[in-house]
């Protein structure tokens, strides 16, 4: 029986990977995020700080699933996040 270190095969070398080397590692790739009034944004993430105030580039703006706006720079405030996501499709849907 294993104790359940990070020395499983494909685990990334056996290395922790903490929250802020998760954020680190998503600049500059599409994201989710998902504000607390379950309002959608992906897009690019362009920076983000301490207080999780996120500045985003080609965002759109989905509520309910559905695409109600484009912007092409956005800035959200932090305390609105409630998650934030790497995004498993381009941005422009594989076409």
Known sequence: MSSGGGDKPGSGGGAVKTPSDFLKSIRGRPVVVKLN???DYRGILACLDGYMNIAMEQTEEYVNGQLKNKYGDA???GNNVLYISTSKRSLTDGL
Request: glycine share 16%; hydrophobic share 50%.
């Open 37 to 39: 009034s379950g309002v």
């Open 75 to 77: 800035f959200i405030r």
